[in-house]
């Protein structure tokens, strides 16, 4: 549950990337927040499954390139904790990837060349009820869908993207 401190929602975090050093500088960034708390960290999908039942944080922050990686642990995470809002936050630009995350659940995809006053910004509007894609990668991940709707045209399959790849689509556009 969140804190409201002086009428202000304290949103709650938690940090799970298998580099110690990059999960600590995250924590940091929102350590030094008066709108954000971490609640916890963890460096692999297993944690991030326990810290998520643990904690309930409003936001869980997860890479994909980990040991089990973050993909395999975000379908568990919003069965258990349909409240926990999962923002990947990685190094993983692969419009396939993007693709995967969001309709298994995601509700953000960074990348981590972020600063962090944004990804403080985009933690705080996920939170909010936003959906979010790096902008790099927003044009990117557009064209890619349209090329696959495409080609699956063009294969006779015209109903082809899944209910969540057009809201994908429609936050992109």
Do not use: W
């Not at 969140?2 to 009428?7: A, E, K, L, P």
């Not at 304290?10 to 298998?18: A, L, P």
């Not at 973050?70 to 993007?98: N, W, Y």
């Not at 902008?135 to 991940?141: E, K, T, V, W």
Request: hydrophobic share 45%; charged share 25%; aromatic share 4%.
């Amino acid at each position: 549950p969140s804190v409201i401190v002086n009428m202000r929602k304290i949103v709650r975090v938690v940090v799970v990337d298998d580099h110690p050093l990059f999960r600590d500088g995250v924590a940091g960034v929102f350590a030094r927040s008066r709108n954000h708390e971490v609640v916890g960290k963890g460096g692999d999908a297993a944690q991030a499954l326990r810290l998520a039942e643990e904690f309930l944080p409003d936001i869980l922050l997860l890479d994909i390139n980990m040991p089990c990686s973050g993909l395999s642990v975000i379908a568990d995470i919003r069965q258990s904790c349909p409240v926990v809002k999962i923002v990947m936050l990685t190094s993983c630009e692969e419009e396939d990837r993007v693709v995967e995350a969001m309709s298994l659940g995601a509700r953000g995809y960074v990348i981590k060349g972020v600063s962090g006053e944004s990804l403080l910004e985009t933690v705080t509007s996920i939170d909010a009820g936003e959906t979010y894609v790096s902008p790099g990668l927003a044009a990117r991940l557009l064209e890619y869908m349209m090329q696959k709707q495409t080609k699956e045209q063009h294969t006779g399959d015209v109903n082809a993207l899944t209910h969540r790849e057009e809201e994908i689509l429609d936050f992109v556009a």
